[in-house]
């Protein structure tokens, strides 16, 4: 088991490398920070003097090299635009993005696992049909379109609900109902898919035979063999949420990651690019690691062959 | 049984939804809110105003800090934390202070603290982005605690023009005892307003400073959030949660105005569209080439029909470089009127009667409308046989592609602004020759050279008559299609009382409620 997950450890730290490389290279290559963090009255010394100052008239190879250093001794850097270190507005962020992750993860399992319950349960029938409409509406409504329409309803009309910003669980609601909702639908598909499959075994016609009662089956001896592929999504979407939610956190203004990044980007400000998508990577792997893990407690004959290997 | 637990359920439901309306009534009785809400669609990147000059940025620190020089509404230069200045020579300027002003922290303000401020933005170790616009600054000297003398290298008579907008002033004892980053994080200054918090991409809370050398500003609290999108920030106004939306795009503009509780508000603007010819050592048998051709690109657009189709008629089609709000801009030079068949004629008369090709480097969400105003022109220009075609590009790599005069297109749609409010300082910028993100290379010596006279003005009344001739002349090489303003849109709420400033610094010192 230790050697399996050293073995893990390794693979994602190569995969991080991977990720910083390209990011470092795509960047470089795609724009100036000078002429972005000027304003047009800026004269060309000015933007000569930045880019001096950050080490941007050096040879890429040279940039790069100080930069892995940097990042080697767990140095982000100072962004580029606001002058405060990379990891001070990474920690500024990263709880709003791990609040709505968590939140929206809650709606996924909730509604996702529900849905997908009821209509495995009732095959063929009327709530199998209106669930899995209902999911396909939740995976082909765009996000941005559906959030304006939960702003225009609840926030405008009604006013049960504030619009936008940070703060109370009140501000939590709608956009953990559209990031959630996007992967509960994925999640209720996969759900009574898998649920399926698992209610035509032998050992639940046993059960049923023996005399358990419904719920025991479908709960105790069912739900749980039928977890491993949702269980698998769901870290995957986890992971994703974690890495920041950019157009839901646009629209509803939630100060995440996701926005971060996306403005840093925009802005050419490169270390606070990078230090995002360190921490992006750094987060979906764990998650990914935790998942495999987590298979382990799920689906004990995983754990044992992971032990005769 | 199960229908039973169903009942209960929808009963639940529906008790819910009843609490949960009445709740909002109550709400939307109370009374007027005292916290003003404003909302943009950036954060200010720091508090330290020598650190950053986005506009986002300046928009909130306007509020905590003072300039030594302030402007009205309409860039009229007030007296700020200086209550007189004077050219004692040439390269001299004299600044008198106010007196008895503090910092939100005590500290007392006087000559020593305008010394600190500026050498500090002025000193390359700070990185002041804006730091190129007063380079001419060569010295600053204490004459008393209450006078102190700047030293330019050149005479410049729109130095305090210059000082209405940068040169903040920041407090010594807070950032020797407290550091850079202190201030960055909890900015201090000796505005109307004290910084109380700020949740980064959320919020900036700030409040009243009763003290303040102007007199108490009339809304005690204000929360300045950031709200990204649009249609989100819009949406806060229609709700009643946000008082005031800066930078509003055309395509909202139908809302704010037939809603009950907000209205749209247009401030003066100091920004101009242009689609910029990319002149780089353009070979002679180019039909750009040719002064008649570039008019000819300028008679062939209805600037009042794009106005009115994409923007909403919100904007005022320009002559050239300058708007009415900046000093010495001639309005009585008039725009090139809309005539296709003069178009077509100077063509002819270049020699290109079937047209050429004409590729435009656009912008999409950057500025207000760009995408569509873009194509707009491009339609245009194709009803008189040029070939139009738009690029959509990524901002940033526009403008390093223009910075490096690599443009791959024929035009660049961009907007042109000048904070300063000077009319002389677009062209400067733009279409001097050796200028930053001038296009026009080796360019046209007349033009280089007026422009040179303009910023070696001795005087305003110098100033205004250069750049007249200035004009005359871009109007005549037309380096540019030329567009119009950008729009200064703000959505507000009805019973909320504010200016927009063309310099779009959201200061809420003039603000009031109008209680009707």
Redesign the interface.
């Known amino acids: 088991m230790s050697g399996y997950l050293v073995r893990r450890l390794a693979l994602s730290a190569t995969a991080m490398l991977g990720v910083i490389t390209i990011v470092f290279v795509l960047l470089h290559v795609?724009?100036?920070p000078a002429?972005?963090?000027?304003?047009?009255?800026?004269?060309?010394?000015?933007?000569e003097?930045?880019r001096q100052?950050y080490g941007l008239d050096r040879p890429l190879s040279v940039q790069y090299a100080r930069f892995i250093a940097r990042v080697a001794r767990g140095d982000l850097g100072y962004?580029y635009?606001?002058?405060?270190p990379v990891t001070e507005?990474i920690a500024?962020?990263l709880g709003?993005t791990f609040e709505l992750a968590l939140a929206s993860l809650a709606v996924a399992i909730l509604l996702g696992v529900a849905l997908g319950m009821a209509a495995a349960t009732r095959r063929g029938s009327g709530v199998d049909t209106a669930a899995m409409t209902v999911a396909l509406l939740g995976t082909s409504m765009p996000s941005?379109w559906l959030g304006?329409l939960l702003?225009?309803v609840f926030?405008?009309k009604?006013?049960?609900l504030?619009?936008?910003?940070?703060g109370g669980w009140d501000h939590l609601v709608m956009p953990a109902f559209v990031l959630g909702g996007f992967y509960a639908a994925q999640v209720s598909r996969l759900t009574r898919t898998s649920l399926l499959e698992v209610l035509a075994q032998d050992y639940i016609r046993t059960g049923r035979a023996k005399g358990l009662r419904d719920r025991v089956v479908l709960f105790k001896h069912a739900l749980r063999n039928a977890a491993l592929p949702v269980l698998t999504v769901l870290g995957l979407s986890f992971g994703q949420m974690l890495g920041g939610a950019l157009i839901v956190e646009?629209?509803?203004?939630w100060?995440?990651m996701g926005?971060?990044a996306v403005?840093a980007v925009?802005g050419?400000d490169f270390p606070v690019v990078q230090g995002a998508t360190i921490v992006g990577a750094a987060v979906f792997l764990a998650v990914n690691l935790t998942v495999d893990l987590v298979y382990g407690w799920v689906d004990p004959r995983l754990r044992s062959a992971a032990q005769r290997a | 049984m199960r229908r039973g637990r169903w009942r209960t359920i929808v009963a639940l439901y529906a008790a819910a939804a009843v609490v949960?309306?009445l709740g909002?009534g109550v709400?939307?009785q109370a009374q007027p809110p005292r916290v003003l809400v404003v909302a943009q669609s950036?954060d200010m990147?720091?508090g330290?105003p020598a650190?950053?000059?986005?506009l986002a940025t300046i928009a909130v620190l306007a509020n905590i800090y003072d300039t030594l020089v302030h402007r009205d509404a309409s860039l009229n230069l007030k007296p700020g934390l200086a209550l007189s200045w004077r050219a004692v020579d040439p390269t001299t300027w004299e600044f008198k202070l106010r007196k008895g002003v503090r910092f939100h922290d005590g500290e007392p303000f006087n000559a020593e603290t305008v010394k600190f401020s500026f050498d500090r933005m002025l000193d390359?170790k700070t990185?002041w982005?804006?730091?190129?616009?007063l380079?001419l600054i060569k010295a600053v000297t204490v004459v008393d605690d209450g006078t102190v003398r700047f030293t330019t290298s050149q005479p410049w008579p729109s130095m305090p023009r210059f000082l209405g907008y940068y040169g903040m002033i920041v407090p010594p004892g807070y950032l020797k005892q407290n550091g850079?980053?202190a201030l960055?994080?909890h900015p201090v200054g000796t505005g109307p307003y004290r910084f109380v918090r700020w949740?980064?991409?959320?919020?900036v809370e700030l409040e009243a400073n009763p003290d303040y050398w102007g007199g108490r500003p009339k809304i005690s609290r204000v929360v300045i959030?950031?709200?990204?999108?649009d249609?989100?920030r819009v949406?806060?106004l229609?709700?009643g949660?946000v008082q005031l939306a800066n930078l509003v795009p055309p395509e909202l503009f139908g809302a704010l105005k037939t809603s009950s509780k907000t209205k749209l508000v247009v401030g003066k603007s100091l920004s101009v569209f242009f689609v910029i010819y990319n002149l780089v050592n353009i070979a002679k048998d180019k039909p750009l080439a040719d002064p008649r051709v570039r008019q000819a690109l300028n008679y062939a657009i209805d600037r009042q029909a794009i106005l009115a189709s994409v923007m909403h008629n919100v904007g005022t089609p320009v002559a050239t470089f300058c708007t009415a709000v900046m000093t010495g801009c001639d309005t009585s030079i008039p725009p090139f009127r809309y005539d296709p068949g003069r178009a077509r004629a100077l063509l002819r008369e270049a020699g290109y009667a079937d047209g050429f090709d004409f590729s435009i480097s656009g912008t999409s969400g950057t500025y207000p409308g760009d995408r569509d105003i873009t194509l707009a022109v491009a339609d245009q220009l194709n009803r008189i046989g040029v070939r139009a075609r738009v690029h959509v590009t990524?901002?940033?790599?526009q403008?390093?592609a223009v910075?490096d005069r690599k443009l791959p297109e024929d035009g660049w749609f961009t907007r042109?602004?000048?904070?300063?409010g000077i009319s002389t300082?677009i062209p400067l910028?733009?279409f001097y020759s050796p200028g930053?993100?001038s296009q026009w290379r080796p360019g046209y010596a007349p033009f280089n050279q007026l422009v040179e006279a303009a910023q070696a003005a001795p005087d305003e009344a110098k100033l205004r008559e250069v750049s007249r001739r200035l004009q005359l002349m871009y109007k005549e090489q037309a380096p540019a299609i030329t567009l119009f303003t950008a729009p200064n849109a703000n959505g507000m709420s009805r019973d909320l009382e504010w200016t927009p400033r063309p310099d779009l610094e959201l200061t809420m010192f003039d603000a009031s409620w109008n209680r009707r």
């Open positions: 795609s724009g100036d002429s972005l963090l000027v304003t047009q009255d800026a004269t060309r010394q000015d933007m003097r930045i100052a962004s635009r606001q002058g405060l507005l500024d962020h709003a941005f304006l702003i225009i926030g405008v009604l006013g049960w504030p619009i936008s910003g940070y646009s629209i509803f203004a100060p995440g926005r971060l403005q925009l050419r | 949960l309306a909002s709400a939307t950036a990147a720091t330290d650190k950053n000059t986005g390359p990185r982005p804006g730091a190129g616009a380079q850079d980053d960055a994080r949740v980064k991409d959320d919020r959030r950031v709200i990204p999108t249609a989100a949406a806060e229609l709700a949660s990524e901002v940033g790599v403008l390093r910075l042109f602004t000048d904070f300063f300082i910028r733009a930053e993100w």
